[in-house]
């Protein structure tokens, strides 16, 4: 089993910036991809962002391009997302996610609210 604990989250106002932490744990050997998803409410859960164990490779939903990155510290098993020029849209519950050839493991999630 992997264990996430996501951190991070809080209120920002429109075009600040948060960085959200993914401590991962257990089993970690299993992960091949970490990546993070937002559930707005009202709304379903999309897909934000994901990176490769490795760090070789990263993709971004097109409404976070240029503004989010994703990263993250072997070392400490653990990925980061910076959130930059946030907008009220981007207001959601994030949640991290991991697993190998599926999004297994999931995090409890970390409120992000950005007032206009």
């Known amino acids: 089993q992997v264990q996430l604990v996501e951190s991070g989250g809080g209120l920002v106002q429109a075009g600040g910036s948060l960085r959200l932490s993914c401590a991962a744990s257990?089993?970690?050997?299993?992960?091949?991809?970490m990546g993070w998803f937002r559930q707005a409410p009202g709304k379903e859960r999309e897909f934000v962002s994901r990176i490769t164990w490795s760090g070789d490779s990263t993709y971004y939903a097109d409404s976070v391009k240029g503004r989010f990155t994703i990263s993250r510290d072997s070392a400490k098993n653990t990925v980061y997302l910076q959130m930059n020029s946030l907008k009220p849209e981007d207001t959601a519950v994030y949640y991290c996610?991991?697993?190998?050839?599926?999004?297994?493991?999931w995090g409890q999630g970390t409120q992000v609210t950005v007032s206009s």
């Open positions: 996610a991991a697993g190998d050839s599926s999004w297994t493991y």
């Open positions: 257990g089993r970690t050997f299993n992960m091949y991809l």
